[in-house]
């Protein structure tokens, strides 16, 4: 039988005892070492015992004692930062794993976070009220090429029709492209009711830079080539053309009447339907050699719950008749 060799572990053993990082947290969240030991159930010495093992530890004082208060040392509020969040994550991690229920099936989606905020949100709750034994875990990215360690999401919703080994991939979409603004923004710059006129207003772009994952980048510039218009020619004077990476920031901007951003169809087709914003001329841009892909997981233990997200994510599309 052989043995394999594992270096030491630096970062475990140089760990302080998780026990004296309890004692240390309660004392100084009720900056009192008596009702720390009210709240954990042990006594006043052995919260004593144990924060005096940690200030050892660190080499550095953690508190000022001061009749039966204690007050954090500089030290102490920067250590204290630190391990009250990760006892938080660990205790909630502890609790979703305690109190999954058995007989739900929880299922990891990775999309971009304006697909995230602009489409998932407007659909989701129907979906869970439809589906109760499933349960959603959304993740955003920009970049589908390369997964967080120790993600691996059941369904991608990407431009992607390869997001890695074990996925297959269904057409959803081609991105159909037109400008939008609010109404008012319209009676306030009724030039941009023309495509002579749409360059010179205040124009919201969405900026490649943080979007490595995107497979293609309209911005104004390709837009309006594809109406014959150099966005060089702006009149002087014009507003200057504002970028953001954040197309969630550009869509609230034009809903607030700041201007006018690219719509892609299947984000702001339903804030277009309900008047929330228009489109202020008519021309739009398909992009026939790309496509939206909805990716399921096919080794997944929950297939069944992959196929009917699938079918309730494609059936949405289905129904939708984008501009030609």
């Avoid at 250590?79 to 609790?95: L, R």
């Avoid at 496509?291 to 129904?319: G, I, P």
Wanted: one cysteine or more; a neutral charge.
């Amino acid at each position: 039988m052989s043995h394999r060799h594992v270096d030491p572990d630096t970062l475990l053993l140089k760990m302080p005892s998780l026990r004296a990082v309890k004692a240390f947290v309660a004392a100084a969240k009720y900056a009192s070492f008596t009702r720390a030991a009210e709240a954990l159930c042990v006594s006043q010495a052995a919260i004593s015992r144990q924060v005096r093992e940690l200030e050892i530890y660190l080499d550095a004082p953690l508190f000022v004692r001061a009749g039966r208060a204690v007050e954090l040392t500089a030290e102490g509020a920067v250590f204290f930062d630190a391990s009250q969040i990760s006892f938080v994550n660990i205790a909630q991690a502890a609790e979703r794993i305690r109190n999954a229920p058995t007989d739900t099936q929880v299922l990891t989606v990775c999309c971009s976070p304006a697909f995230s905020a602009l489409w998932l949100s407007r659909h989701i709750q129907a979906f869970l009220a439809d589906h109760p034994d499933i349960r959603l875990n959304v993740i955003t990215t920009q970049n589908f090429q390369t997964k967080e360690p120790g993600v691996e999401p059941d369904i991608v919703i990407s431009k992607f029709a390869n997001v890695g080994a074990g996925y297959k991939a269904f057409p959803l979409c081609h991105d159909v492209i037109y400008p939008v603004c609010s109404a008012d923004y319209v009676k306030r710059h009724p030039g941009v009711a023309t495509l002579e006129g749409l360059p010179d207003a205040a124009l919201l772009d969405l900026s490649p830079y943080g979007r490595a994952g995107v497979a293609e980048h309209v911005d104004w510039r390709v837009w309006l080539a594809f109406q014959n218009i150099d966005i060089d020619e702006r009149l002087p004077g014009s507003p200057p053309v504002f970028q953001a990476n954040d197309y969630t920031l550009i869509i609230n901007m034009a809903l607030a009447g700041q201007g006018i951003a690219l719509g892609w169809d299947q984000l702001v087709a339903d804030k277009v339907a309900s008047g929330q914003l228009v489109k202020p001329v008519p021309e739009h841009v398909t992009l026939r050699n790309s496509l939206h892909y909805l990716a399921c997981k096919e080794d997944a233990a929950n297939q069944q719950a992959c196929a009917r997200v699938k079918e309730w994510v494609m059936s949405k599309f289905t129904r939708r008749q984008p501009p030609r």
